[in-house]
């Protein structure tokens, strides 16, 4: 089993639509979780954090379950500078940051 | 404040030939990382270093690779003899601290093709 799996999508939606999508992670003693973005042939960069509590950044919502082992993050009012790949990462108790494979959301006009 | 910078961008080689990426972190990130990505297998780790030094060298695939980081502001990546099944993009990042914040710098990545 993977640590760290998600929804490849895509998820095709419109203008200002929400969109949602989950990751889960197989280790139940990670201790830190983050969502990266990448755009098409670019690196990957930090969008957030994601805290015990959920936090939102702007239009951006994370939210983590630990006793599901799932984060997830929600974007609303989306924009077609939206479109790019998330990564969901998780960092375990040795420091070792894994990567998801990500999700494509592609927000068109 | 240059980035994560790393060279080639580019490479496509032949089988059997030998490969070296390099990489320079950001000044005064005590991390650095070397991923590889692949459309099958997404971002993997394959080595990382603290302080220059290598910590956790589980992820490179086989005897063909070796990283090494002879000093603070420059680290090398080597794949010798090279396979098609290499190709990939491998990006390195650094960090500031493992325990703090965790943000990870990326390079634009180095795309090596290998025939």
């Known amino acids: 089993r993977k640590e760290v799996e998600q929804d490849p999508g895509p998820f095709n939606v419109p203008e200002g639509a929400t969109v949602a999508f989950n990751c889960t992670y197989s280790?139940?003693?990670?201790?830190?979780f983050f969502w990266y973005r990448q755009d098409c042939r670019k690196e990957p960069k930090l969008l957030m954090s994601?805290?015990?509590s959920g936090n939102e950044d702007g239009r951006f919502t994370a939210q983590l379950n630990r006793a599901s082992q799932y984060i997830s993050l929600l974007i609303r009012d989306s924009k077609l500078s939206d479109s790019a790949t998330y990564l969901c990462v998780v960092k375990s108790q040795d420091y070792k940051l894994s990567f998801g494979a990500g999700t494509t959301v592609t927000v068109r006009a | 404040d240059a980035g994560v910078i790393q060279s080639p961008r580019h490479e496509v080689t032949e089988m059997g030939q030998e490969v070296t990426l390099r990489c320079k972190p950001i000044?005064?990130?005590?991390?650095l990382f070397w991923y590889r990505q692949t459309m099958m297998r997404g971002l993997e780790l394959l080595i990382y270093?603290?302080?220059?030094?290598?910590?956790?060298d589980s992820g490179m695939p086989e005897d063909r690779f070796s990283a090494k980081m002879p000093n603070a502001s420059f680290s090398t990546l080597k794949i010798q003899p090279s396979e098609p099944r290499d190709s990939a993009v491998y990006f390195c990042?650094?960090?500031?601290?493992?325990?703090?914040?965790?943000?990870?710098?990326f390079g634009e990545g180095s795309r090596l093709t290998v025939l």
């Open positions: 270093f603290n302080n220059n030094v290598p910590i956790d």
């Open positions: 990042a650094s960090s500031l601290a493992l325990a703090g914040v965790r943000e990870l710098f």
């Open positions: 000044s005064g990130h005590d991390y």
């Open positions: 994601v805290y015990s």
């Open positions: 280790n139940s003693a990670s201790q830190s």
